[in-house]
């Protein structure tokens, strides 16, 4: 099993964001158990060492709340989550637009560019 990551970033903090994206796309809910640390490390092929540190990562950014004796939850806090989410698009939104003009589009280009894609995959 396990993972294929990116050497160019600490392992950890990639799994910090599959979880986040989880929670953006609904498949963890606001009160949802995370797997155990266990199940986690041999999921993504990693020292459960790893898996605490995402825990306590995600538990630091106030994404996830530890139950003592049953776990780590998905916190039921929506603002907390709803602001994850805008926060999520908002770096992509940016990082897309770096990637776009560092390659020489104006502005103008990429917002047509984008309608245009948005058209096309609507039929």
Not at 81 to 110: H, N, P, V, W, Y
Request: net charge neutral.
């Amino acid at each position: 099993m396990g993972e294929q990551f990116d050497p160019n970033q600490p392992i950890y903090l990639q799994i910090v964001q599959k979880v986040i994206r989880q929670i953006v796309r609904g498949d963890l809910r606001p009160g949802d158990k995370l797997k155990s640390v266990r199940e986690m490390a041999v999921e993504y092929g990693v020292n459960p060492n790893t898996v605490q540190r995402v825990n306590s990562e995600l538990e630091r950014m106030g994404i996830v709340e530890a139950r003592r004796g049953q776990g780590m939850f998905v916190t039921d806090h929506e603002d907390r989550l709803t602001a994850l989410r805008k926060e999520l698009m908002d770096g992509q939104i940016t990082q897309f637009i770096k990637d776009m003009r560092e390659t020489g589009f104006s502005d103008e280009e990429i917002v047509e560019g984008v309608k245009r894609y948005l058209d096309l995959k609507q039929r």
